[in-house]
Nanobody, 121 residues
Framework: QVQLVESGGGLVQPGGSVRLSCAASGRISRIDAMGWYRQAPGKQRELVAGITSGGSTNYADSVKGRFTISRDNAKNTVYLQMNSLKPEDTAVYYC???????????????WGQGTQVTVSS
């Protein structure tokens, strides 16, 4: 069984920063892409940032230059550093990872439970 456990959300003032972490544990042979999504009330879940196993990254236009995604493969962990936060960044943030449980198994998507980030004064 694979689990993704997120941490680091909370209440932050506009212009502030917060760092999210997501650690994968359980039966893991290989982790391919990892990423962060978010869902605001009344809106669809959207991709915020993604990172491949080789370290290539992509970002939503709305967060480019403010957010940075990174990963520590030795710790099976992905991070999202969020700077210059705006009220419109308020959402539940979900970690996603494509994980193969054994060497020859097909990788499938796993999701974290979500962590709330609220940007407000």
């Amino acid at each position: 069984q694979v689990q993704l456990v997120e941490s680091g959300g909370g209440l932050v003032q506009p212009g502030g920063s917060v760092r999210l972490s997501c650690a994968a544990s359980g039966r893991i042979s290989r982790i391919d892409a990892m990423g962060w999504y978010r869902q605001a009330p009344g809106k669809q879940r959207e991709l915020v940032a993604g990172i491949t196993s080789g370290g290539s990254t992509n970002y939503a236009d709305s967060v480019k230059g403010r957010f940075t995604i990174s990963r520590d493969n030795a710790k099976n962990t992905v991070y999202l550093q969020m700077n210059s936060l705006k009220p419109e960044d308020t959402a539940v943030y979900y970690c996603n990872a494509r994980i193969a449980p054994t060497t020859w198994a097909r990788a499938i998507d796993y999701w974290g439970q979500g962590t709330q980030v609220t940007v407000s004064s």
